[in-house]
């Protein structure tokens, strides 16, 4: 027989494991799409808005210069540009860090991809995974968005960008 102490303890224990998975679902979960309310800026130090690509695909993706899942992900998102083709999707890939690392990165990695510096950090936009990875149709709604990496050249993500 369960005494109230026995009861509280079974009480608390399903209280924590409901909140643990609360948590945890919305740390996988992307969040809204911050950039309509954020300013990017180009190299050239020009501001950018996403909203200016309505009437195109745009795939926007918050990213980091340390993050390993971010250096994989980045063949798969210039592979699907290429599948897609420049004139139908837009590619932005969005760093807070300073033109020195975004540049170097850039170098390194993947040369033929655009890439801006976000005015609000990234933390301010409520980004905390990385990367964080949107596809906008071409009314600039949601229509995919990943988190820790993924295969943006799979089929999946071209039908996505096909009219």
Known sequence: MMNSKNIFIVFISIFAIAAGLWFYNGYKKAPSLPAYENDVKNEQGQTIKIADFKGQYVLVSYFQTWCSDCIKELPTIDHLQARVGKSKLVVLMISDESWEKIDHFKEKYCNTLDFYQSVKTLREQNIRVFPTTYLLNKEG???????????????????????
Not at 141 to 163: F, H, R, T
């Open 141 to 163: 709604v949601v229509i995919m968005s990943k988190l820790e990496g993924y295969d943006w050249s799979s089929d999946e993500a071209v039908n996505k960008c096909v009219d």
